[in-house]
Structure formats: structure tokens, C-alpha cells
């Protein structure tokens, strides 16, 4: 099993990126997969999540802003942000969680960083 996330780096305040996840090794549409955060010295933090059928959640910090979506075609979960800020600046993590179990998996993550 592999995440191998993308789309991360070094982006002015105010603007955009797409992060993207491409799932190999499972069962892509019994997985709900989510975006985490995490910054040195805090804990991971969920972003975002989108259901195996479709349902998504967000974090109150990123509501309006960030857009969680899921291609089945291509095995792969998407994160477009919008009207960055510092403070979302982190490493972000792709995680796969098969629906009714605990099993976990997760992606090794992609840098963004948002400064002026």
C-alpha cells in the first residue's frame, strides 16, 4: 500500500494550490481518505475528509476555503485551498482509513508553505 501525495511548496499569502494524493495497494472506493496537518511541536490536525460515498467534512478553519474532492477513476484524493494564510502553513498528510475497521494508512506527506 502507498500515498504518495504532491502538490505542495511555497505560495503567497492569499493564494492557491491543489494538493493530490494518488492511492495504490487498496480498495480505493472503501476508503475514506483525509487530509491532516501538522506543524513542529503541535499535533496532527484533521483537515479535511471526504466519506467512501462522498459525504465531506472540514475543519472550521479552512470552511469556505479549502475543497476536499475524490477522483475514483484515478485512485486519487484531491485538496484545493484557497485565500492561504500563514497559519497554513504545515505539512500535509493523505491518510486512507478502510470504512468499518481501524486500519490506517498514510502518506508521507507534502510541505506548503505560505509566506509573503
Do not use: H
Request: net charge neutral; hydrophobic share 30%; aromatic share 10%.
Amino acid at each position: 500500500v502507498q500515498l504518495v501525495e504532491s502538490g505542495g511548496g511555497l505560495v503567497q499569502p492569499g493564494g492557491s494550490l491543489r494538493l493530490s494524493c494518488a492511492a495504490y495497494g487498496i480498495i480505493f472506493s472503501l476508503n475514506n481518505m483525509d487530509w491532516y496537518r501538522q506543524v513542529p511541536g503541535k499535533q496532527r490536525e484533521l483537515v479535511a475528509r471526504i466519506g467512501a460515498g462522498g459525504k465531506t467534512t472540514y475543519t472550521d478553519s479552512v470552511l469556505g476555503r479549502f475543497t476536499i474532492s475524490r477522483d475514483s477513476d484515478k485512485d486519487t484524493v484531491y485538496l484545493q485551498m484557497t485565500s492561504l494564510t500563514p497559519d497554513d502553513t504545515a505539512l500535509y498528510y493523505c491518510k486512507a482509513n478502510r470504512v468499518g475497521t481501524d486500519l490506517d494508512y498514510w502518506g508521507q506527506g507534502t510541505q506548503v508553505t505560505v509566506s509573503s
